[in-house]
């Protein structure tokens, strides 16, 4: 059923799920299909969830993306709810089961493009609950949006002091995480931050404020 809904949803749609394995397939089908039935249930549990799957859902979801704007501007609401459907199906996927910096980054841009601020407190709090510190100053690395690095910087100001001090040896995030301890320190008022601060920056002149 699903295969014969997919046929008209364009041929980028089209080539991205062929190049699907079988089994990400099936995990999207089940999720698909609860979402009518019980939304709860996570369909995606009972499925092995990795790195490539993480890509192909991702995939999917920028094909179902591009090509609802191009059903759009053809004024077909069937197949744009069609594609609607499958879509937020790849969101809740991802949502669930992703802990990459690019896949947040891509959610987070989708929310704000579509005004849906809920989703993106959504997405802030799984930032939080699921997100390395690694992967969080990775977001603010790769991002162009300030409101997406705003959201990682705060998340990376509440993780504990000794999650952060790896960044500060990584020289793509010393600043990142410099600043993260810099924000915990001064806006949460964190003793532990200054000190992890002044024995990394001994010169910052910003301690002696």
């Not at 077909?76 to 937020?88: F, M, P, Q, R, V």
């Not at 809740?92 to 841009?109: C, D, K, M, P, Y």
């Not at 960044?167 to 793509?172: A, F, K, N, S, T």
């Amino acid at each position: 059923m699903v295969d014969m809904i997919i046929k008209d949803l364009g041929s980028a749609v089209v080539s991205v799920w062929d190049g699907l394995r079988p089994i990400t397939k099936k995990m999207l089908v089940g999720a698909l299909q609860s979402s009518g039935s019980n939304p709860s249930n996570n369909p995606t549990q009972k499925f092995s969830y990795d790195a490539h799957a993480d890509w192909e859902v991702s995939r999917l979801l920028l094909a179902l993306d591009e090509q609802s704007r191009k059903t759009a501007a053809g004024k077909n609401s069937e197949k744009l709810g069609e594609i609607s459907e499958l879509a937020e199906t790849c969101v809740r996927v991802l949502e669930a089961q992703s802990g990459s910096a690019e896949v947040f980054i891509q959610l987070a841009e989708r929310a704000i493009k579509k005004h849906d601020y809920n989703k993106l407190d959504k997405l802030s709090d799984r930032l939080f609950e699921r997100f390395s510190a690694g992967e969080i100053a990775e977001i603010v690395r790769q991002t162009y949006m300030p409101q997406i690095r705003a959201i990682a910087y705060e998340t990376l100001a509440l993780l504990p002091v000794a999650t952060l001090l790896p960044l500060l040896d990584d020289p793509l995030y010393t600043d990142i995480g410099a600043s993260a301890l810099e924000q915990k320190a001064f806006e949460y008022d964190s003793e532990e931050a200054r000190d992890a601060l002044e024995q990394y920056f001994p010169d910052n002149e910003i301690l002696d404020d």
